[in-house]
Every structure is written in C-alpha cells, then in structure tokens.
C-alpha cells in the first residue's frame, strides 16, 4: 500500500469546471508538496504547504494535518490544466514519498 | 525566475552504450537529487547529495549506475552499460538544504530510449 494515495486517478472536466484532487498519507508529516506534471514534462512545484491553505491564481491547496488529508483544488479550469497532479510527502532529509498522480483531461 | 538546468532532454541509445547526464541545480542550493521515472509511474530516487556528498544512494543500481557531483554543485549520472529497462525518464530536483519544509524544485527531465 502506497503511504500516499490520491483519488481520483483519473478526472476528465469540461472546461470550466471546479475541480478537486484529493490526497491522503498515512505517516504523521509537517509539509506536504502538490506538483504538476504536463505530458512528456517536467515536473513543477505548484505548493508547499504545513497547515491551512495557499493560493495561487485558479489552484488553492489545503491541508488538515491532524486527518492527513489535504486537496488541490482548481477554479474554472481551462485544457491548459491537463496533467498529472502529484502529492508528495517529504521524509528523512526531504526524501520525497510520491502519490499515485491524478490524469486530469480539461476538455473545451 | 532560476531553474534547475539538465542536458540532454532526449537522448536515444543502443543496449550496452554508455550514457551520461548532467544537472546543474539553482545556485545555492545544497541538496541535489537524482529521480527515475518509468512511464506511467511517479518518480523514484535514485541518489540524493548533500553538497558533494551521497546521503542516501539505497536505490542506485550500482552495478551499471553511479553518481557525482565533484564539486558540490552540478551533478552527472551515469548508465553503463544501459539496458532496455533504463529507458525512462531521468529528473534531476535541488532544495536549499534538507530540511523537511524547503521547497524541491524540478528540471525539465532527460529522456532516455534504450533500443
């Protein structure tokens, strides 16, 4: 069993759709990381967050600690949103304990 | 905005060759790891420094794989030889230090075919 799972695995919205990525782990952690990769990319940081929640144009991450879940959420998503969107629980020294990634297809 | 920098981006090899990649991380930043990502799947570490020392090299397959990063600062993974499984793609990621919290930032990746 993977420590980190997400649901759901794959998502396909209408452009314009609200949508939500959901992540739990099952070790205590102080951060937790959402990364987003496009098809044949690279990967990028989109959050880093420990508590509460952050925002960053359409996408808002939060996290409940004590219930070892959080959420990434997208407003009014657009086809440039389609990707892979990872959790990520750093570890020992910032080793880093990836989720199962959610395919998410925004189509027009 | 600085970036973690990797060479080639596509890179396409014969079983048995040898191949190289090369990492230069954010400037400052201590931390370089290594990552392996089959199609599919999401990344797995392969080696992790701390400025020019290993930390954690667990899941470096260290009969056909090593590592270095000489001088504390850019890095090279080497594959030789390669193999049909290596094909995947390499990522290589820098932090600040180690301490869990600290943003982990990505390069582009290194694609690697092994025909």
């Known amino acids: 069993k993977n420590e980190v799972e997400q649901s759901p695995q794959n998502l396909t919205a209408q452009e314009g759709e609200f949508i939500t990525i959901n992540c739990s782990y099952s070790?205590?952690?102080?951060?937790l990381h959402w990364l987003q990769q496009h098809p044949g990319g690279g990967i990028v940081s989109l959050f880093m967050?420990?508590?509460g929640k952050k925002k960053h144009g359409r996408l808002i991450a939060t996290i409940n600690i004590q219930e070892k879940h959080s959420s990434l959420h997208i407003t009014a998503s657009h086809p440039r949103d389609s990707a892979v969107y990872i959790c990520?629980?750093?570890?020992?020294?910032?080793?880093?304990?990836f989720g199962t990634g959610t395919r998410l297809q925004v189509t027009l | 905005e600085a970036e973690v920098a990797q060479s080639p981006r596509y890179k396409i090899t014969e079983k048995s060759q040898a191949v190289a990649f090369w990492c230069d991380p954010i400037?400052?930043?201590?931390?370089l790891y290594w990552y392996r990502q089959i199609l599919g799947q999401g990344p797995e570490l392969l080696v992790q420094?701390?400025?020019?020392?290993?930390?954690?090299d667990s899941q470096l397959p260290k009969d056909r794989f090593s590592a270095e990063r000489l001088k504390g600062v850019d890095s090279t993974l080497k594959i030789q030889p390669a193999e049909l499984g290596d094909s995947a793609m390499y990522l290589c990621?820098?932090?600040?230090?180690?301490?869990?919290?600290?943003?982990?930032?990505f390069g582009e990746g290194s694609w690697l075919t092994v025909v």
């Open positions: 070790v205590g952690i102080s951060a």
């Open positions: 967050l420990s508590s």
């Open positions: 990621a820098s932090s600040q230090d180690r301490t869990t919290g600290n943003t982990i930032y």
């Open positions: 990520a629980r750093p570890g020992t020294a910032s080793k880093l304990t």
């Open positions: 420094f701390q400025d020019e020392s290993v930390v954690d």
């Open positions: 400037s400052g930043h201590a931390t």
